[in-house]
C-alpha cells in the first residue's frame, strides 16, 4: 500500500470510529432515559408519516435537533455527521470508490459504512453508489455493501428497494421491512452483483440468524 493510500485508510478508519463512538454514546443515553426514547419513537412515528423509514434513527435524531428536542449526545453526533459527510464526498470526488486491494478489507468496509449512514446526504449517495458500482464489477467492493447502500439510498428517497437488502427477523421469520421494485425480477438483480436469492437469506432467519452489519443475516 502507498503511502498515500496508506493515510487515506487510516483517514477512513479514524473518522468512522469516531461515528461509533457517537452512535454509542447515544444508544447509552437512550438506555438510561425513557422520556428520550418515546420522544425518539415520536420523531420516528412523524417521519413514517411522512413516508420515510422508521428503521433509521439517525433520520429520527435529526428531526430531534431540528425541532430543539435533542440532548448533548444526539446533538454531536449529528453535527459530526456533517464532518464525516463532507469528508467522504471529499474523498470520493478525489479518488472515486477506492478498490479494497489498495485500501484494505478494513477501510472498505468502513468507508461502506460511513456511506450507509449518510442518511442527510441522499444526492451524494447516488453519485458515490455509481462511483461504487465500477469496484463491485471489478469485485472490488463487497455486494452486500452496495446493496445495503442503494436500497437505503432508495428508502430514504421514499422509492422502493432494488436489491432486497433491507430484511429483518420478526416472529421467527426474515421479513421485507421496505417495498421492492419489481418483485419478479429481484433474484436476478441480486445474481447480477453476487448475491444469493432472497429466499436464502429469509431461511437464514427462520434458522435463528440475527441482524449484523449492513442488515446482513448472520448466524448467532
Not at 461509533?20 to 420523531?43: C, F, G, M, N, Y
Request: contains cysteine; hydrophobic residues 45%; aromatic residues 6%.
Amino acid at each position: 500500500m502507498s503511502l498515500t493510500m496508506s493515510k487515506l485508510a487510516a483517514q477512513i478508519i479514524g473518522l468512522s470510529e469516531d461515528e461509533q463512538a457517537h452512535i454509542q454514546a447515544v444508544t447509552a443515553r437512550l438506555a438510561a432515559d425513557p422520556e428520550l426514547r418515546s420522544k425518539l419513537e415520536a420523531a420516528e412515528r412523524e417521519g413514517a408519516g411522512e413516508g420515510l423509514p422508521a428503521f433509521f434513527p439517525d433520520l429520527a435524531w435529526a428531526r430531534l435537533v431540528r425541532d430543539g428536542g435533542a440532548p448533548a449526545e444526539i446533538q454531536r453526533a449529528v453535527a459530526f455527521k456533517d464532518v464525516t459527510g463532507t469528508a467522504v464526498e471529499e474523498i470520493i470526488a478525489r479518488h472515486g470508490w477506492p478498490f479494497r486491494s489498495v485500501i484494505g478489507e478494513t477501510a472498505a468496509t468502513h468507508l461502506s459504512a460511513l456511506v450507509a449512514h449518510a442518511d442527510d446526504r441522499n444526492t451524494f449517495r447516488w453519485t458515490a453508489l455509481k462511483a461504487m458500482s465500477l469496484a463491485v464489477n471489478a469485485s472490488e467492493a463487497h455486494p452486500r455493501h452496495y446493496a445495503h447502500i442503494y436500497d437505503r439510498t432508495c428508502a430514504v428517497a421514499r422509492e422502493p428497494q432494488l436489491y432486497g437488502s433491507l430484511i429483518a427477523p420478526k416472529d421467527g421469520e426474515g421479513i421485507l421491512i421496505w417495498p421492492v421494485q419489481d418483485p419478479q425480477q429481484l433474484d436476478a438483480r441480486r445474481r447480477g452483483i453476487g448475491l444469493p436469492p432472497l429466499s436464502e437469506d429469509l431461511e437464514l432467519y427462520r434458522r435463528g440468524a440475527v441482524m449484523g452489519p449492513f442488515m446482513v443475516p448472520t448466524p448467532p
